[in-house]
């Protein structure tokens, strides 16, 4: 390099500028103050830039590293090739630190690793000419300045250039690909990374891939660990298409498919695995689902049905993991996932079908499995130069096929229009709002409801009495209190015999109304079934939240008459022929007067406030204690202390609901002190939900129980919590700048806030919550 740039020196002296342009300051070498101490270092600056510039548009480093090559096929000096290697690549960083601000535009970065990157393809150009006049020469140089480029950050810039060129020249020349495949394989092993994620990244399908890396993951183990470990399991930055390209790559070639049945099993491990769902973000999780699904689309029947067993079990260990999950997006990514290979595994049986809302992210998901089914035609650059182009033949093939069958349209459409004019103008009937008449008659007794939905099946008297039982137990409240309990456990095990729209809705609203209708006895049935064997979990959320309905509907003022029309439905007063009108005749008059008077401004009217008993008092400790007592204790198939978490955050939840609709009654003390008790036994559960659940109870207890019985009970019970909701905002200030810091975080602030409370006197102040009036006067707030 030295040598070419003496020989540029000699070539452009009449190049240089008669008056330098650079500023003094350049020279950092000079220490005097002297003007013609100064010219000297400056002029000699100028000049080596600018011979640089012409060196780098003349093709000097396509020269240079030609000449190199060819030096390596003599055994040339080492040190040499290094000192021309680090000058090469750190030219630009080199002339930034030396001209500052002042730099040629031809040496910033973006513009001179594309240059160096043509210069590539010049050199390269080269060896293949060498290689078919049967001369030696060496690519190592070539690869560790594509290495070190990469490795520096400036792959981008570099392959933006590279990969466009090389796809072309591979495509029908073995020669080229063979070069490829040498330039990518002596690539130094620290180097590797880089220059692999690049062409991963860069590269626009998996047939170009694999045309230009060759079975390089096969050969080095540095590339097999970067392909099959650290950019699927070990990150998860990458876009679905690099995805796609990258294991398109690995399924391409029968020397690399069983690295792609390993990354599969490797990746259904961690899918499966318990502790990678509970602790790994949603974004990896989802990453990972993706990478399963493009695998199983490139797996053939013989692959499947050899490890048929090894992902069945996979499958059953890695649902039942998701569906344990509180997240609703982690169960919704276990249901397609196992979807997904329920159909691969299972071609000819039953497969697995889940219930969930379809959205972008799921259809994307399930677009993976299905686009790639069919084996991807992939055409080899050995074979591509052998056989003629294929596309013309189709096309000439296909395009006079289209006739015939435009005439045939246009003939069917000349018919159509005859047979349309012959039509009668008579207007069709509008049955869009036609219902299905049905000969069934629905049950008008209770105990004829029971027999149906536990007798033979009769799917249309079934659905008939679903649909009437709700207004049946309404209406006969003595016979449906006779049978209360027996109906309610037959709702509780009722199961969908036949399809309806919303049977979860009504089965629902029958079991809240039957509970409503004999409180007692059916709260305590379902607050034992709760805790009892045999249940699934769905049918113990159900019974929190028939108990939560049912609390609302019993605390919720009902006025009687509510339902009687308005004695005025318009102004206009019609007297029915035969009717005595004589005794209401001052109400007729007054009533035509109203309706004839023109009012300008008219004063609100003042709407008297509803005012009933609270029917849920006397039957809150029914529904609240049995369904605290027995949390702590697991059974076979239930424990809320350990893998059915996301029940025990349910059951706080409604602990803290029964609570606040039990607000103004005698009982509400005792419910307070012992739902503070239960949160300060789960303080430190690691389960956000289950947090979130708490938080509400304390909310809750703030808000229901009265100040003085607060003050006067439970004054250790609240000095703890207010403590630990204390720590808790503690470790919450370091969140104090993230975006997202928890979906609790509104429950949280409220509850402290709430929990600051103030002695005066014999009087707790609750500051902050909005209660400041309802605490001033000794009282709760009441039910908004």
Not at 251 to 280: G, I, P, Y
Not at 484 to 497: D, G, Q
Not at 651 to 677: P, R
Not at 691 to 699: A, D, T
């Amino acid at each position: 390099m030295n040598k070419a740039l003496g020989t540029g020196m000699k070539n452009t002296q009449w190049f240089l500028p008669s008056t330098p342009s650079f500023p003094c300051s350049w020279d950092r070498s000079c220490q005097c103050n002297s003007s013609s101490c100064l010219k000297v270092p400056i002029f000699c600056l100028v000049k080596i830039v600018d011979i640089l510039e012409q060196f780098l548009r003349e093709g000097g480093l396509s020269a240079l590293m030609w000449e190199v090559c060819q030096q390596q096929a003599q055994a040339a000096s080492p040190e040499l090739q290094e000192t021309l290697l680090n000058k090469v690549v750190c030219l630009p960083d080199h002339l930034s630190n030396k001209l500052q601000g002042e730099n040629l535009p031809i040496f910033l970065p973006q513009n001179y690793f594309p240059l160096l990157g043509t210069e590539i393809i010049q050199v390269l150009q080269r060896i293949s000419d060498s290689l078919r006049g049967g001369l030696d020469c060496s690519i190592s140089f070539v690869s560790q300045v594509l290495g070190k480029v990469c490795v520096h950050g400036r792959r981008k810039e570099i392959l933006s250039t590279l990969v466009p060129c090389l796809t072309d020249l591979t495509k029908s020349d073995c020669i080229w690909q063979r070069m490829c495949w040498r330039l990518v394989e002596c690539v130094p092993d620290r180097w590797m990374e880089a220059v692999v994620c690049g062409f991963v990244q860069t590269a626009p399908g998996a047939d170009v891939l694999s045309r230009l890396l060759g079975n390089l993951v096969v050969k080095n183990k540095k590339a097999q660990f970067v392909v099959t470990q650290k950019l699927l399991l070990l990150q998860y930055s990458c876009p679905t298409a690099m995805l796609q390209n990258l294991l398109g790559y690995l399924a391409l070639d029968n020397s690399r498919r069983f690295l792609l049945l390993k990354v599969l099993q490797e990746l259904m491990e961690t899918w499966a695995s318990s502790s990678a769902v509970k602790h790994s973000p949603v974004e990896q999780q989802l990453y990972i689902s993706k990478a399963i699904l493009i695998c199983l689309s490139h797996l053939k029947d013989v692959e499947i049905d050899s490890h048929r067993q090894e992902l069945f079990t996979c499958m059953m260990e890695g649902m039942k993991c998701h569906l344990d999950s509180n997240l609703p997006r982690i169960r919704c990514l276990g249901m397609i996932v196992a979807e997904s290979i329920s159909s691969r595994i299972n071609t000819d049986g039953p497969i697995l079908k889940f219930q969930y809302e379809e959205d972008d992210e799921t259809r994307e998901l399930k677009s993976l499995l299905t686009q790639m089914l069919s084996p991807p035609s992939v055409i080899s650059p050995l074979d591509e130069g052998r056989k003629d182009s294929p596309s013309a033949v189709t096309e000439a093939e296909l395009k006079p096929g289209r006739k015939p069958l435009a005439a045939a349209c246009a003939v069917s459409e000349e018919g159509s229009d005859s047979e349309l004019d012959s039509d009668d103008d008579f207007i069709p009937y509008d049955m869009s709002a036609d219902k299905e008449l049905k000969k069934t008659k629905a049950p008008l007794y209770i105990r004829d409801c029971i027999e149906v939905l536990t007798g033979p099946e009769d799917m249309d008297k079934w659905e008939a009495t679903m649909r009437v039982l709700e207004t049946l137990i309404q209406r006969n409240t003595a016979a449906t209190q006779e049978v209360s309990v027996e109906l309610a456990k037959v709702l509780l095990h009722l199961e969908e015999k036949t399809y309806i729209d919303d049977f979860v809705e009504l089965r629902q609203k029958a079991l809240v109304t039957v509970t409503i209708t004999d409180p007692i006895p059916v709260a305590q049935y379902l607050t034992s079934q709760f805790y009892s064997m045999n249940y699934s979990l769905r049918q113990r959320m159900d019974i929190l939240d028939v108990l939560a309905l049912a609390a609302q509907e019993l605390s919720r003022p009902k006025a009687p008459g509510k339902n009687k029309p308005s004695s005025i439905q318009t102004p206009c007063i019609q007297i029915l022929p035969g009717s005595d009108s004589s005794k209401d005749w001052r109400k007729i008059v007054d009533e035509r007067i109203k309706s004839k008077t023109r009012r300008f401004a008219k004063g609100q009217s003042q709407v008297e406030l509803v005012c009933a008993p609270n029917k849920f008092s006397s039957v809150a400790g029914h529904f609240f204690f049995p369904l605290i007592q027995n949390f702590d204790r697991p059974l076979v198939t239930f424990d809320l202390l350990g893998d059915d978490h996301f029940v025990l955050g349910r059951l706080a939840h409604t602990l803290a609901i029964l609570l606040y609709f039990a607000v103004n009654t005698v009982v509400a003390a005792a419910m307070g002190k012992a739902l503070l008790e239960f949160v300060w036994a789960l303080r430190f559960h690691t389960d956000s939900y289950v947090r979130q659940g708490l938080l509400s109870c304390i909310s809750s207890t703030l808000l229901s129980v009265p100040s003085d019985r607060l003050l006067e009970d439970v004054t250790e019970e609240l000095v703890e919590t207010q403590a630990w909701l204390a720590a808790c905002l503690a470790l919450l200030a370091d969140l104090s700048n993230d975006d997202n810091p928890g979906p609790w975080l509104p429950t949280f602030t409220k509850g402290l806030q709430a929990s600051r409370c103030s002695r005066e006197g014999s009087r707790w102040r609750l500051q902050e919550a909005g209660l400041a009036e309802s605490a001033a006067n000794g009282e709760p707030e009441k039910e908004t």
